[in-house]
T-cell receptor
């Protein structure tokens, strides 16, 4: 079993829909990261959080430490949001980053 | 502030050769991590350096090695290249192992 699990693996939605991507982990962590990778593009850090909730524009990230779960939400989705979204956790034991497999999101106009 | 730079951007090598990739972190960042990305495997962690010391290492064979210099620049070396080493190699820097800032990557093709 992977230490970081993302769901769904693939998600296709219509423009304007509310999107939720989930990340569950099984290790103790000091922080959780959400990153975005566009096709053929580089990887961009979206959020780093250790508790509660963060918001940036149409993106919202939440984390529940007790349940070892985080969600990334996109409101009013747009085709330019089409990308792979990756969750990664920083282990609190050895500070290693463990990466999820990513969620491929396609937003259709 | 300049971003993370990686050189070269593209590289073609032959099986059995060795290759060295370079990464210059954002000024002030002392942590550098290396990743391999292939279409089938996603992002695979190679190693992480902080202040010239390797802090963590992924599950890659000993052919993969790295180092970090006193100016925080890092190099990654792969010896005895195999076809399966063809991938995008990404470097990320961070301040004290915080938020990761990725470089554009080096696309390595082994023929």
């Amino acid at each position: 079993k992977n230490e970081v699990e993302q769901s769904p693996q693939n998600l296709t939605a219509q423009e304007g829909e509310f999107i939720t991507i989930n990340c569950s982990y099984s290790v103790g962590i000091s922080a959780l990261h959400w990153l975005q990778q566009h096709p053929g593009g580089g990887i961009v850090s979206l959020f780093m959080l250790s508790s509660g909730k963060k918001k940036h524009g149409r993106l919202i990230a939440t984390i529940n430490i007790q349940e070892k779960h985080s969600s990334l939400h996109i409101t009013a989705s747009h085709p330019r949001d089409s990308a792979v979204y990756i969750c990664a956790v920083r282990m609190d034991s050895n500070y290693q980053l463990i990466w999820g497999a990513g969620t491929k999101l396609i937003i259709k106009p | 502030k300049a971003g993370v730079t990686q050189t070269p951007r593209y590289l073609i090598k032959t099986r059995g050769q060795q290759v060295t990739l370079s990464c210059s972190p954002i000024s002030g960042h002392r942590s550098v991590s290396w990743y391999q990305q292939t279409p089938g495997q996603g992002l695979q962690f190679l190693f992480e350096y902080f202040s010239e010391t390797q802090r963590n290492k992924g599950n890659f064979p000993g052919r993969f090695s790295g180092r970090q210099f006193s100016n925080s620049r890092s190099e990654m070396n792969v010896s005895t290249l195999e076809l399966g080493d063809s991938a995008l190699y990404l470097c990320a820097s961070s301040l004290l192992m915080g938020e990761q800032y990725f470089g554009p990557g080096t696309r390595l093709t082994v023929t």
